[in-house]
């Protein structure tokens, strides 16, 4: 890989510190708080959730900061501290069966802590929600129901899957690792098109498995590309390639990569969806944009093509140069998040155009990634 420019470096290095500024801002002004999008600007409101899938982000976002705050230094302590408060109410939600959001939950926080300290009773924890993200498999289908219903297929899971991934590789349960697998032959079977584009959900026939078609919740349409799910595949994919090195998951998170770099505007930043009418196609979403950037920045260490590896890495800088300098939160001191232009659920009116935790939360690792 190529090397960040000093700009670029500084330019990021900034970027990350407001992210650390606006974190502590928040848990300061909302304690024991964790939020999902803001209203206005503002992370705490009456806003419904529709579902509870984003509590792993924020201290997520504080673990971060702790690995990367000079060690021993009192910024160093502040965020450990605040990581194990806000991680640990989680524990919990292991045996969640209620969202098909355990990896959200459970890869930002337990496993980042796990990864700090290898204390088994972390390891338990993660071992545990893999197991119970395991029991949403549909053996008639082969795929891990989203939270709608056990004919429903959602994309965003397999940015979840990961988790029994996890679980299957340090058990060495075959079971959980043919679920993980089968799961995402699924899911590039029935939501992910020949153009690299992908669906947002997929309805089976829960009698004979059968798939039947592709809908959405929150795109445009069944057959548009909603580009958050896009990132969530394209994410989503490396992570299956990095557990079970099937190529067949490398050439899909590839295929979703050169669909989002050949479909977006030359910054890099979306509409929040690519076949949304001209007149809405200007709403943004910021998120998407993040995601992409980290999983670029992860895809780009696998792919075996210097070329493309190159184009990956150049896309996912580009796309930081551009959140950082046009949609950073910075110039409007009343505004809390740290990346503006994020949406959540345009058809619920939830979100639109606002700070959103998981926006914030992969802003920060793809600094991360390309920082360190
Ligand atoms: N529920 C996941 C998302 O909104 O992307």
């Not at 900061?65 to 990581?83: Q, V």
């Not at 980042?112 to 893999?130: C, I, K, M, Q």
């Not at 959900?201 to 548009?224: A, C, M, N």
Request: net charge neutral; with cysteine.
């Amino acid at each position: 890989m190529i090397h960040l420019s000093n700009e670029s470096g500084e330019l990021f290095t900034q970027a990350f510190g407001f992210a650390q500024k606006q974190v502590r801002r928040l848990i300061e002004k909302n304690p024991g708080f964790y939020p999902l999008y803001t209203k206005n600007g503002a992370w705490k409101h009456e806003g419904p959730a529709w579902t509870h899938w984003c509590d792993g982000f924020l201290p997520g976002m504080m673990w971060i900061f702790h690995k990367h705050a000079a060690p021993d230094s009192a910024d160093s302590k502040y965020w450990l501290e605040n990581a194990i408060k806000y991680t640990k109410p989680l524990e919990p939600r292991k045996h969640d069966k209620e969202i098909h959001d355990l990896g959200f939950l459970f890869l930002s926080t337990y496993y980042r802590w796990y990864r700090l300290t290898r204390e088994p009773a972390l390891r338990e924890v993660l071992l545990e929600a893999g197991r119970t993200m395991a029991l949403r498999y549909k053996e008639k289908g082969q795929y891990l129901k989203s939270f709608v219903g056990d004919n429903s297929l959602f994309i965003d899971i397999m940015m979840n899957v990961g988790i029994v991934f996890y679980a299957a590789r340090e058990t060495g349960d075959r079971r959980l690792r043919d679920i993980a697998v089968r799961h995402s032959l699924t899911t590039r079977r029935t939501l992910v098109r020949g153009d690299g584009s992908t669906a947002h959900e997929g309805i089976f026939d829960t009698d004979t498995g059968e798939f039947l078609r592709q809908t959405t919740h929150q795109g445009y349409r069944g057959d548009s590309c909603w580009s958050r799910g896009l990132t969530w595949a394209l994410y989503g994919f490396t992570t299956a390639y990095e557990y079970s090195r099937d190529p067949h998951f490398l050439q899909t998170a590839g295929a979703c990569a050169d669909y989002y770099i050949s479909h977006s505007p030359a910054d890099g930043v979306p509409p929040w969806d690519f076949n949304a009418p001209a007149e809405n196609r200007t709403l943004l979403d910021t998120s998407s944009a993040a995601i992409c950037a980290s999983g670029l920045l992860r895809l780009c260490r696998l792919e075996p093509d210097p070329l493309k590896a190159h184009l990956y890495w150049s896309c996912a800088v580009q796309i930081l140069t551009t959140l950082c300098e046009k949609h950073l939160a910075k110039s409007d001191p009343k505004w809390e998040g740290i990346l503006r232009g994020g949406v959540y659920h345009v058809h619920k009116g939830l979100g639109v155009d606002e700070s959103v935790m998981w926006g914030e939360y992969f802003f920060c690792e793809a600094l991360e990634r390309v920082l360190w």
